[in-house]
């Protein structure tokens, strides 16, 4: 009696269609990011006040879509770092396709965020510009700092929306504290109007 062959290992690598929209996205947003360094329109030597004046809005637009772009590279890179870990273990699960694909939108809408997060101060991170009335995001040097936050808020985007949630939490509870409205008064109504488990 013949043995039977053995059969080969199971293969769990990455499907290529998923790995081509992974790079896919990469791309497009880094030649987006350079199409928009190349057109936003620059301050030259006209003053601060009378440049916001005048293109104040389509700056702070071009910049609202920079920080799209650094974020959704981090959101790939940090997808083609995963993909990289399951084909070397082969170890890929198709139920991880969808994070895979949302991961850089989530990464982009978090380093926009990130951006908003940045001009009212809400994130603790200062420079040395004005971000709102001085060179901050108006000028390209000073916008750097910016756009290398919003490529870690989309790297991380997880990690950023839980300090999302932590910002979140300390605003609402300490305006529902300062109304009487406390989660420590709703916590003990819920536990008084549970029954009692007897022994």
């Known amino acids: 009696m013949n043995p039977k062959p ?3 290992p199971e293969s769990r690598q990455p499907p290529m269609r998923l790995i081509g929209t992974v790079i896919g996205y990469f791309f497009a947003a880094a030649v987006w990011l350079g199409y928009l360094v190349l057109r936003v329109p620059h301050r030259d ?27 959704t590279i981090g959101g790939s890179l940090y997808d083609i770092r995963g993909l990289i870990k399951h084909s070397t273990n082969n170890d890929f699960d198709p139920l991880f396709t969808l994070s895979y694909l949302l991961r850089p939108i989530a990464g982009g809408l978090s ?19 004005d971000p709102v009335g001085g060179a901050g995001w108006t000028s390209f040097d000073g916008r750097l700092p910016f756009l290398a936050v919003g490529f870690l ?17 300390a605003a609402f509870s300490g305006r529902e504290r300062d109304n009487g409205n406390g989660h420590g008064q709703t916590r003990a109504s819920e536990s008084a109007e549970r029954p009692r488990k007897v022994a």
Do not use: N, R, W
Request: aromatic share 14%.
């Open 45 to 71: 030597a006209l003053p601060v006040e009378e440049f916001l004046e005048k293109q104040g809005g389509v700056v702070f637009l071009y910049t609202c879509g920079m920080m799209i772009c650094c974020g």
């Open 153 to 169: 808020a989309g790297y991380s985007s997880q990690v950023f929306m839980l300090k999302l949630k932590e910002i979140a939490d």
């Open 6 to 8: 053995a059969l080969p």
């Open 111 to 129: 380093s926009l965020v990130a951006f908003f997060m940045l001009l009212v101060g809400a994130l603790g991170f200062s420079y040395s510009h």
